[in-house]
């Protein structure tokens, strides 16, 4: 996570920044691409397990679905730059 909203669904469950989020539901997460396969897959729950690496540790958290923000479309040119993110997905 590069930023958590106050108040966003992924604040209320408790993701902060620099929370790397390896897996959503069954699908796992290793890249922006996969992040967004995923949110997709899952568009129609209202509330989805997210597991995260914190330090050492492995999070388990539970998103409750709000009004989520729209993610911006990637121009082509930084498509595969933005698939292979330095420290994992990230979601706001």
Known sequence: MTFVSSGSPASDAGLVVSDVINRIE??????????RDAMERISDQSRFLITARRGDETKFLLVKRGILPTLPEVPEKDAEKASHPPSGPRLE
């Not at 069954?26 to 992040?35: I, M, P, T």
């Open 26 to 35: 069954k699908y796992e997460v290793a890249d922006l691409g996969d992040f």
